[in-house]
């Protein structure tokens, strides 16, 4: 039962990257990272800006070779393979479409590199794609004559259309305002599991990496911190990195606690759970929660998040803040 | 705001008025008197001279300058857009690069049509060093011919079309060449079918930087050609000096500038068109 598990997890390995690294003249960008994806699986490389995020996906397209280590994709090794023989495609940061063709046009251009398929073929697969991101009807767009929005939709439209091993994704969302940043996220969740299609997702975004993905890599320095899924990750971090990485985090006597797991109180709630006194020093009303911080007795500040309606503590104060030591975040560094 | 607008432009409209158009009415009024006896015109007011123009015999000329202009320009698209290409994706030493393009213009144009006619002719570097390696018995005829003259046209206004060209693709996204690599495009199809259409502004300001000197040109016909191979230019010339027919000479330049703003009017709009 167990060896028949472990065979199927093999052979549905889309793509495998072994050991890899990639060294430049003065900077180490990648310092030996391994991770694999299995089929129709959305998973998120996260991290700051200069971490390597970047790197790994131009290694994986074929824009750049690693200094050392191997990529297979659906089994097979593509070390030495250009861009254009790899069975991957991309979503650039930009889009990257391009702006003397229309909409159709930057549809068809990877269909149209493909030996044997027939001009009715690629109509017709241009127009279930571009049905596909509901974008019927702007066919004959140029891409400066359609919103934002709808280039990030065209851009994805061209890269599913090859029907690629793995899509690599650059944070395709960065150039759209918040608010359309948030809906394009719903839209790209729902088209990935109907396609199916494994999704290789880059963002600097952790609220971003946390909502859309199956599983995340959390990378720094050239370096992997910690691969999982979101909540192991968001409640079992590893790393302070990945702790503070994912979301606020309070580190009081060592442990971290997140602020929304504290509870504030003007009584010590003897409840046997963790608690530490403070003064409130500020409380900052964000609409559907309010943040209270406090400060301890050893100079550090704590941070609570309160449900609305649930702060009725005045500045200067002195309050008890507690929570269940189930709770802690239990990091090795 | 409209007396600073009119300040900056009086210096250059002044130049042009006194130093360009003023001449150009100079010449308007050659064409269209009679010829003297030692050169200089006379009246009366005449247009015969632009019904020479359109002769059998001069209607060759213009004709033939047309093609080898073009044959020109078509051969400096074809060397300058690899290189200005090369150039614009060029990692390292891009101002060295351009600067070696424009390297020539540091020496006169006439110095460096005599230095290619020592290397071309018959007892030139290239002739000499052929027989002398006995690879040809008779000196191969390099100079004083048409192939000669299209050669010493592309040398010169290579330039012309480098720079253009290289001002086009230097702005251009590289992420469309990855974009294009990715979805399957060999480098060559991606020249062709993203590199190319993006650069057309440029490859039309080089072609008409090229093809209007080309056009005129009297220099390169009159020595590399041996005098042989008239072109408009050479024409335009001999009216005034040898001929001293000043008013077909004027008639022909203006003929030739009209054509020069026809070709140039087409092509702008078409590159409007592209935009």
């Known amino acids: 039962m167990f060896l028949r598990y472990i065979v199927v997890y093999e052979v549905d390995k889309v793509l495998e990257l072994r050991a890899l690294t990639k060294h430049y003249p003065n900077h180490h960008a990648l310092k030996g990272i391994s991770f694999s994806l299995t089929q129709g699986e959305f998973f998120s490389l996260v991290g700051p800006s200069g971490c390597g995020k970047t790197t790994t996906l131009r290694l994986i397209g074929g824009f750049e070779e690693p200094t050392s280590g191997e990529i297979t994709l659906a089994g097979r090794p593509v070390a030495g393979l250009p861009p254009y023989r790899r069975e991957v495609s991309t979503v650039f940061q930009n889009y990257a479409l391009f702006p003397h063709l229309t909409v159709a046009q930057n549809v068809a251009f990877g269909l149209e590199r493909r030996n044997g398929v027939t001009r009715s073929t690629i109509r017709n697969r241009v127009e279930q794609a571009l049905a596909l991101v509901q974008l019927s009807g702007k066919e004959a767009r140029k891409p400066n004559q359609i919103s934002g929005g709808e280039r990030q939709r065209v851009a994805l439209a061209r890269s599913l259309v090859v029907e690629p091993k793995v899509l690599l994704l650059d944070e395709p969302l960065s150039a759209l305002d918040p608010k359309l940043r948030k809906q394009m996220r719903q839209e790209l969740k729902s088209l990935q599991r109907r396609v199916g299609i494994a999704f290789l997702f880059i963002t600097h975004d952790q609220e971003e990496a946390l909502s859309l993905s199956d599983r995340i890599a959390v990378m720094n320095q050239g370096s992997i911190e910690q691969i999982g899924k979101p909540r192991e990750l968001y409640q079992e971090p590893t790393s302070r990195f990945v702790a503070e990485f994912l979301g606020e985090v309070n580190w009081v006597n060592g442990a971290g606690i997140r602020p929304e797991a504290i509870r504030v109180s003007k009584e010590n709630p003897a409840n046997g759970a963790r608690s530490v006194a403070g003064v409130v020093e500020s409380s900052t009303f964000l609409g559907n929660v309010t943040h209270l911080a406090a400060r301890l007795p050893n100079g550090a500040n704590c941070t609570a998040q309160l449900p609305l309606n649930g702060c009725t503590f005045e500045l200067g104060e002195p309050v008890h803040l507690w929570w269940d030591a189930s709770d802690e975040l239990r990091v090795s560094a | ?275």
Not at chain 2, 208 to 234: E, H, Q, R, S, W
């Open chain 2, 1 to 275: 705001m409209k007396h600073l607008r009119a300040a900056f432009l009086a210096p250059g409209v002044a130049v042009m008025a006194i130093l360009f158009f003023a001449p150009l009415l100079i010449v308007l009024a050659y064409s269209l008197l009679t010829r003297g006896a030692y050169g200089g015109v006379v009246p009366p007011w005449t247009g015969e001279s632009y019904a020479r123009v359109f002769d059998p015999l001069y209607g060759e000329i213009l004709y033939r300058s047309v093609w080898i202009a073009g044959v020109s320009t078509a051969l400096c698209l074809a060397l300058g857009f690899p290189l200005a290409l090369y150039i614009a994706r060029a990692a390292r030493h891009k101002g060295l690069l351009l600067n070696l393009v424009m390297l020539p213009f540091w020496t006169s144009f006439l110095i460096r049509t005599y230095a290619w006619m020592f290397l071309l002719r018959d007892t030139g570097l290239i002739n000499s060093m052929l027989l002398s390696l006995h690879v040809i018995r008779e000196p191969l005829p390099l100079l004083f011919n048409t192939g000669a003259v299209i050669l010493g046209l592309v040398y010169g206004y290579l330039p012309f079309m480098v720079l253009p060209l290289y001002a086009t693709l230097e702005k251009l996204d590289p992420y469309l060449l990855d974009a294009a690599a990715d979805l399957g495009a060999a480098p060559f199809v991606t020249v062709w079918r993203v590199v190319v259409p993006l650069a057309k502004p440029g490859m039309v300001a080089g072609c008409l930087l090229v093809f209007i000197p080309c056009l005129g040109a009297y220099l390169t016909p009159d020595l590399m050609g041996g005098g042989k191979t008239v072109m408009a230019g050479n024409l335009v010339q001999n009216q005034f000096t040898t001929a001293r027919d000043w008013p077909f000479g004027a008639a022909v330049s203006l003929v030739l500038m009209v054509l020069v703003l026809v070709v140039t009017r087409a092509l702008m709009r078409r590159t409007e068109e592209l935009l």
